[in-house]
């Protein structure tokens, strides 16, 4: 009964184990290689699947072996008792590497299969590595059924457009990386995005009413799986034929820091490493806990605030959990100075932007804005503020993930608004005007912060209202003075600002407003400083022509957000688009013509005719081959 708890169904079948008087189990070496139950991919395995190949399945024998010698290690009555309860559901595989931080955790790596021993403790579960055999706490957002979709190295989930091509285009993905995500607009259909050169192509793969799959009717698919093997052999329609998924850059943080949750630590499992910034309410250290895993460490500076507050600060954090909150993982509260221990990230947006960030585009920018506004969505629908939101406090990790950090001034609010206390400071120039004057502030007020934040993406960290004192601002603020727009800032997201910046609190815009103007298919990619005019010019010098033309990443960042509001939106319209800035048909300039094509309403053959003059070479256009 115990052996057979460590097998899968076909090593039941084809294995067997006799046992001694004492106990022992003795494995019996006929196991037949079972690479493919080892390994629900190569991706996952590759190491272990090209040792299988090359010993002709010794290596599976020599490890399942060692697998069961592990076991008989185990000496635990309740490690025993849980395996015991096995049952082949609770097989597992292991998203993400993790390394154990207790003794009581059971590191492994990205692939392993794990044994599910007992999932009631919610976040972490006791299991079984089918590898080793030890057992112990996992995360269990690191792991995912066994050959379920979720655990499949090219499905990433609710992952939205925008998402996937930064993904897509980081360094490292080559031509074909693709990876299968939920779609946005369809709840039971999925979207396939594939890296093409320099650009992203994405394809709508559609679910049947029997559960199957396509993305061109002519040929359907059971599973997704059996999809992503044909197009990884065969192009059949797409640009490219399916390579390596996307890597996966941004690691899921655990949901809290230890499978018994531990909120107070003690000060001796802490080591600091080095200072990494100071703020407010004290200094900030990159340190390590346990000798183990990296952290932060935030010292409480004396006599900054009440430690009360600072705990205060602590409890707030702990309950807020969103992929976009720097996560608190514990504290050091029962002596002086008072430590918190968040997750480890090791530079803020402003030294960014000022730094390694100059670089960065237009799209990257408007990115960033995006995680900010979602990450403040959150803390809206929690009915919290945070009073302090600012590119300082900001943190940036790898492949620009971001992160709001610092909630030391974040309060529940309990009615609609809460009175600052007397005497707390606050930045003048990141303030709404009735939080600066009259010390009321709302979620409101941190819609107004969140555009002056803006204005330091756009400059890279230059300070708000230049050359003006904190007193110049309020006064000139309730005069109506805004800031102007800063220089390659575009005109809508000026006015995402301005929308920000209104004077009225409450007909400024909510964060889940402004995070789907940043996120939505309409403003996904604001128009970039190149003027249609320009554009032209580009066109005729690269001598772009028809669905080449198309393809250009460049005309699709700085063309089509001008048509957002037109209801003409099929490939024939684009191309009719092309075709007239292209030889500007019966128009003075590009600029007008863009606007004559945004005001038609069809895009059928006769509005090709329409716009065809006599100083055209065109009369019509071949729109029936793209329907």
């Not at 998203?95 to 492994?108: G, K, V």
């Not at 300070?463 to 006064?475: C, D, F, K, R, W």
């Amino acid at each position: 009964l115990v052996m057979g708890s460590c097998l899968s169904h076909a090593e039941k079948g084809k294995s067997s184990a006799t046992t001694q008087p004492s106990g022992e189990i003795l494995p019996v070496h006929s196991f037949v290689s079972t690479v493919g139950l080892q390994c629900n991919h190569a991706q996952f395995n590759s190491d272990y699947l090209e040792r299988s190949l090359q010993c002709g399945g010794e290596a599976s024998t020599v490890e399942s072996s060692a697998a069961v010698n592990n076991f008989q290690l185990l000496q635990t009555a309740d490690c025993c008792r849980k395996v015991e309860s096995y049952t082949p559901t609770s097989l597992f595989v292991a998203l993400y590497s993790y390394d154990a931080r207790t003794p009581e955790d059971l590191d492994f790596k990205k692939g392993e299969e794990l044994e599910i021993l007992d999932d009631t403790q919610g976040d972490w579960w006791y299991a079984r590595s089918r590898l080793t055999g030890r057992c112990g706490y996992i995360p269990s957002n690191y792991v995912a059924r066994f050959k379920s979709i979720e655990a499949e190295p090219w499905y990433f989930g609710k992952v939205r457009r925008i998402e996937a091509e930064k993904c897509l285009l980081m360094p490292g993905n080559e031509q074909g990386s693709f990876l299968i995500r939920d779609s946005e607009s369809r709840q039971d259909d999925f979207s396939l995005s594939v890296r093409d050169g320099d650009s992203v192509k994405h394809y709508r793969i559609r679910q049947m009413d029997n559960g199957g799959y396509f993305i061109a009717r002519r040929i359907t698919f059971r599973t997704l799986q059996e999809l992503v093997i044909h197009y990884s052999y065969e192009q059949d329609g797409l640009c490219t034929i399916l390579g390596k998924p996307c890597i996966r850059v941004e690691i899921p943080q655990t949901l809290t820091f230890t499978y018994d949750d531990q909120w107070e630590i003690k000060r001796r499992s802490l080591k600091f490493v080095r200072q990494i910034g100071a703020g407010q309410f004290g200094e900030v250290w990159q340190g390590l806990w346990n000798e183990t895993t990296p952290v932060a460490i935030k010292k409480l500076k004396s006599g900054t605030m009440d430690p009360r507050d600072f705990l205060t600060e602590a409890q707030i954090m702990k309950k807020l959990k969103h992929p976009k909150l720097l996560q608190l993982y514990a504290v050091c509260s029962r002596d002086e100075p008072i430590l918190i221990v968040t997750e480890l990230l090791k530079e803020n947006l402003l030294q960014f932007l000022q730094g390694r960030g100059r670089n960065c585009k237009l799209p990257q920018l408007v990115d960033i804005a995006a995680q900010i506004a979602a990450g403040m969505a959150y803390l809206e629908s929690q009915n919290y503020i945070h009073r302090d939101l600012a590119a300082r406090n900001i943190l940036v990790g790898e492949g620009l993930m971001c992160k709001i950090a610092d909630f030391g001034l974040a309060r529940l609010i309990k009615e609609n608004e809460y009175e600052a206390r007397v005497g707390a400071r606050f930045p003048i120039k990141w303030t709404a005007p009735e939080a600066a004057q009259f010390n009321k502030f709302t979620i409101k007020s941190d819609v107004w912060s969140f555009g002056i934040l803006l204005t330091e993406l756009v400059t890279f960290g230059r300070i708000p209202y230049p050359g003006m004192t904190n007193a110049e601002v309020l006064h000139q603020i309730e005069n109506g003075y805004r800031m102007p727009c800063p220089q390659k800032c575009t005109s809508q997201l000026y006015e995402i600002m301005l929308e920000c910046w209104h004077k009225e609190p409450e007909k400024r815009p909510t964060f889940e407003t402004l995070q789907w103007k940043f996120v939505s298919k309409e403003d996904v990619k604001l128009p970039g400083s190149t003027s249609v005019i320009e554009l032209e010019n580009k066109m005729i010098k690269s001598n772009l022509k028809g669905k080449k033309a198309l393809q250009s990443t460049h005309i699709k960042c700085t063309i089509w957000p001008h048509l957002t509001a037109s209801p003409a939106s099929s490939k024939a319209f684009q191309y009719i688009l092309v075709i007239v800035i292209r030889r500007r048909m019966n128009c003075s300039d590009c600029t007008t013509a863009v606007q004559r094509i945004r005001k038609s309403n069809t895009d059928r053959p006769e509005f090709c005719r329409r716009l065809s003059t006599k100083n055209s070479t065109i009369s019509t256009c071949p729109v029936q081959k793209l329907h």
